[in-house]
């Protein structure tokens, strides 16, 4: 069986949706990104309109005219119905909270043609989690990029024992042909191996802070001083966007929680909500 993508769409159009959608766009694909109003598509076009800028920047041979050409090319829309309808492949970066991925996945099980892949990029759940309420357990899968995709281009390819081999070995294709370094599992772990190293150091940052212990710039100088990393867990946290970290902390323990609690308390609920937003644990010029 020969499974090819051309029509791809991206289900969410935040931080690491817009990446995802204007990252598969830059290499030729005809890409819909959808989200649920005008409100986020419009935050969506300001997205991809700083990406133009940042693929300038970083990436060879991105030119103005051709970062440019790549946001006016992806569709936008807020009817699911439109999104999903022709889609080869759908991958979904809505929040980390999973009622809202399920509950997605049922309608959509109903909108794409059965030809359709889908492919989560959770961070932390699991897609055996979800896959009951796809449809299509064979062609359900997990695509998981890391931020700031031109730069950092691993795509971590994981299935569920019900995934067709043929499936697995087009999204690793798909990942390929986008420009990222696929990165295969052999088996579910929540996490990856990406977020399996990552999400338990940002906690502990997280934890040093809402305990008292430092400040957050303090955390950051000692690991950067220390490791020679070029960034500690909370300038990390402040690309990320301080949402996803709350989502999958809500999700957790009781000492996860108050984490979760200390974030929305301190930043959230403050409109600091990482490097997007001017304002999370660092000051940012938008």
């Known amino acids: 069986m ?13 931080v690491l949706g817009s990446q995802i959608a204007f990252q598969t766009a830059y290499h030729g694909f005809d890409v819909t990104a959808y989200d649920i109003s005008d409100e986020a598509l419009a935050a969506a076009r300001e997205r991809f309109a700083g990406l133009t800028k940042a693929y300038q920047r970083d990436v060879a041979g991105a030119d103005a ?9 992806i569709t936008l829309t807020d009817d699911l ?6 889609a080869d492949l759908i991958i979904e970066a809505v929040p980390e909270v999973l009622s809202i991925k399920r ?7 109903a909108l794409a043609p059965e030809r359709t892949v889908f492919a989560t990029n959770s961070s932390t759940l699991l897609p055996s989690d979800i896959v009951d309420f796809t449809g299509r357990a064979d062609r359900f899968l997990a695509l998981h990029f890391a ?3 031109w730069k950092f281009n691993t795509a971590e390819v994981m299935g569920t024992e019900q995934t067709d081999p043929a499936v697995f070995t087009a999204v690793v294709e798909f990942a390929k042909a986008i420009g990222m370094v696929p990165i295969e599992l052999h088996k579910e ?9 990552l999400v338990p150091f940002l906690n502990s940052g997280i934890a040093l802070a809402a305990g008292g212990y430092a400040e957050p710039a303090a955390v950051d100088e000692t690991w950067r001083i220390a ?5 500690g867990p909370f300038q990390i946290l402040d690309i990320v966007g301080l949402t996803t970290p709350y989502n999958i902390l809500s999700n957790g323990d009781d000492e996860h929680k108050k984490l979760a609690a200390w974030l929305k308390q301190n930043y959230i609920d403050k409109g600091k909500l990482g490097a997007g937003s001017g304002e999370g644990f660092y000051r940012y010029d938008k």
């Not at 119905?81 to 022709?86: S, Y």
């Not at 509950?103 to 099980?109: I, P």
């Not at 772990?189 to 190293?197: C, D, E, M, P, Q």
């Open 189 to 197: 772990k929540a996490g990856y191996v990406l977020n399996s190293l």
């Open 65 to 73: 005219s051709k970062t440019e050409a790549t946001a006016a090319g």
């Open 103 to 109: 509950d997605l996945y049922g309608k959509l099980a």
């Open 147 to 149: 931020n700031q995709v």
């Open 81 to 86: 119905a439109v999104a999903a309808g022709e």
């Open 2 to 14: 020969t499974i090819t993508f051309r029509k791809v769409t991206v289900l969410g159009t935040g």
């Open 227 to 231: 490791t020679g990393a070029p960034m």
